[in-house]
């Protein structure tokens, strides 16, 4: 099993920038994020493979990026918005695909952001 701990979280302003990590406790086939608000189902931000052949997202501010030698990937948020805020949970694949939701899927606890003024 794979365990895997965000950071990075907290609290900006609006247009601010953030940058959450995951780090992973063993390779991986692909890495990635999600936000989540209390109540709504989990919306996929990005995610990137080890190799980089292949990696999905869903907002242009933000962008996904890998240290596959310590097994970290990165989520870089710009120009955040109010409407960012929620808990962002990393997840990582076993089985080789971008975006896994099923067996093969490993989550993180995952990191508060929250942008106000």
């Known amino acids: 099993q794979v365990q895997l701990v965000e950071s990075g979280g907290g609290l900006v302003q609006p247009g601010g920038s953030l940058r959450l990590s995951c780090a992973a406790s063993a390779s991986v086939y692909s890495m990635g994020w999600y936000r989540q608000v209390p109540g709504q189902q989990r919306e996929l931000v990005g995610a990137?493979?080890?190799?980089?052949s292949g990696s999905a997202s869903t907002e242009g501010r933000f962008n996904v990026s890998r240290d596959n030698a310590k097994n970290i990937v990165y989520l870089r948020m710009d120009r955040l918005k109010p409407e960012d805020t929620a808990n962002y949970l990393c997840?990582?694949?076993?089985?080789?695909?971008?975006?896994?939701?099923?067996?093969?899927?490993?989550w993180g606890n995952g990191t508060l952001v929250t942008v106000s003024s």
């Open positions: 990137i493979t080890s190799d980089g």
């Open positions: 997840y990582a694949c076993t089985v080789r695909a971008v975006v896994c939701v099923g067996s093969g899927t490993h």
